[in-house]
């Protein structure tokens, strides 16, 4: 199946899902200061849609609508709503993914260059996330504790923390967000979603999901452009009380840092360090499908693909041949053509650093 960017995006403009403006506060809108940026398709290097490029004013806004969401007034707010009602709701943008599942593929292909077999992977796996936090959200239980004292009970009462940071890689521009954004929902949180600029439209067309879904406003916002702005804004903000993240050990521990100040919970995931490692007795067969699959998952652009493989004397020259057999089988190229299981790397940036990478090991 070959389909161009142009078309891919005309379908879904007219299936409601390709939004180019944030949400904050249940209203689509534009940057305060009308800057764009683009989004580009990396197997072709053809733009796809110009999104608003939003900063620190605008992300202030959004912490301000979800924590109105919360429930920092005596208003029906989400942290208010009972387990069943957050159940219900999460089911409900649960099934909605599952019913746009190849338009959401589609646009992550589109923008992230993943095969689409592994972008209806991506989405089946995404969604479960929400399914999951549908059902847990009703078995958030609390716990009664034996007492030193006879006369007393130790009563534990689990609440929700409040307004959530999240801030997402591009490499699973659907499941890092239903990771994070779901169990928070379910809690009784609200969320405001930073997601990479590289692929902001799953983003966007997850959040539109998620209102026709009939989760408040102010619940879930996103906002995305100027990354240090962002995340400057998250961090500054004593209504924001917890950060998740995933993506480098670098910003990882800027986050970290810059929590303190407001004392926030924080939850990072990082940078892997993944070896493969192959003994003499191993079945080679198995050992090649291994390999393939840990090192070359989401072409290779994942936190635990294997960054390094340690094969023992003995199986070496075999292992090495069958390997190299294997990979040069492959197929490259976009990820819409038919037997195409090496989508592209994310950006010019990717490739100089591959390049660099291999230059290194060849000349030693």
Same mark, same amino acid.
């Given at each position: ?41 990396? *197997?072709?290097?053809?733009? #796809? ?13 959004? #912490? ?17 709503? +009972? ?5 219900? #709701? ?39 996330? @929400?399914?999951?936090? *549908? ?9 009664? @504790? ?21 801030? +997402? &890689? ?31 439209? +799953?983003?966007?067309? /997850? ?20 990354? &240090? ?20 050990? *670098? ?8 929590? /303190? ?96 990478? #291999? ?6």
């Amino acid at each position: 199946m070959n389909m161009n960017t142009h078309s891919v995006a005309s379908q879904l403009n007219s299936s409601g899902l390709l939004r180019t403006q944030g949400l904050i506060g249940g209203k689509w809108t534009d940057a305060y200061d009308g800057k764009t940026i683009k989004v580009y398709n990396p *197997a072709t290097g053809e733009s #796809i849609v110009d999104v608003a490029c939003m900063g620190g004013r605008e992300t202030n806004d959004a #912490i301000s609508a979800a924590y109105d969401a919360y429930g920092c007034m005596k208003l029906p707010t989400w942290s208010k709503t +009972t387990a069943a009602e957050r159940s219900r #709701i999460l089911r409900k943008w649960y099934d909605l993914l599952m019913v746009h599942k190849e338009e959401l593929a589609q646009l992550i292909t589109l923008e992230q260059g993943k095969p689409l077999k592994e972008s209806m992977v991506e989405i089946n796996y995404g969604a479960g996330f @929400i399914e999951f936090a *549908a059902e847990e959200a009703k078995r958030i239980y609390g716990d009664i @504790i034996p007492a030193p004292f006879s006369d007393r009970r130790l009563f534990v009462l689990k609440q929700p923390v409040g307004v959530v940071g999240a801030i +997402t &890689p591009w490499n699973f521009p659907l499941a890092m967000i239903t990771r994070k954004v779901g169990p928070a929902l379910a809690c009784g949180c609200t969320v405001v979603i930073k997601p990479s600029e590289l692929t902001p439209l +799953t983003a966007l067309a /997850a959040a539109e999901l998620s209102i026709q879904a009939g989760i408040p406003r102010g619940v879930v916002n996103v906002v995305m452009g100027n990354a &240090p702005d962002i995340g400057d804004a998250l961090l500054a903000s004593p209504q924001v009380r917890k950060i998740t993240f995933t993506g480098s050990t *670098a910003v990882g521990k800027k986050l970290m840092a810059g929590s /303190a100040e407001t004392v926030k919970k924080v939850s990072l995931e990082l940078g892997g360090n993944a070896p493969c490692i192959v003994f003499d007795d191993a079945d080679l067969d198995v050992a090649i499908k291994g390999t393939i699959a840990a090192k070359f998952r989401n072409s290779g652009q994942t936190c635990v693909c294997a960054n390094r493989i340690i094969v023992q004397e003995g199986i070496y020259e075999k292992f090495a041949n069958a390997l190299l057999d294997a990979v040069q089988k492959m197929k490259v190229g976009d990820g819409f053509s038919e037997g195409v299981v090496q989508g592209p790397l994310i950006n010019e940036a990717a490739v100089k650093k591959v390049d660099s990478l #291999i230059h290194d090991a060849t000349s030693k």
